[in-house]
């Protein structure tokens, strides 16, 4: 699932929007407790922190929690959103991005930092 932010905020990517992707059985457990906010303590969320609406991921770090949410889509696919491929990354001890893409490696965060998930990835 994509997580889309509203676009021309940012200066990168193909239409500065942050975004990222959770895997759908991921994004649809209620263990995971995963909530689009609106409100907080009762009041609407302020601009600051993402009004009108948020994503929140109780446990996960703050690079999956899109603000200024703006769309959701069901895709087969990650995110090739330019946050989400250059600054959602979560590397092994030892392991550098430059070596990660020379291999093909797909490093993606799908839950609590203490349980990333590490797909399709091998060193040798």
Known sequence: MHFNGVEK??????????????????????ANDIMIAYKHNGKLLAPDHGYPVRMIIPGGIGGRMVKWLANIEVLATESDNFYHQHDNKVLPAGIEMDQA????????????????????????
């Open 9 to 30: 905020e940012l200066p990168q990517g193909t239409n500065g929007s942050y975004g990222t992707s959770l895997i759908y059985g991921t994004a649809l457990n209620p």
């Open 101 to 124: 893409n020379a291999e093909g490696a797909c490093f993606c965060c799908f839950s609590t930092f203490s349980g990333c998930t590490l797909r399709s990835s091998h060193f040798t």
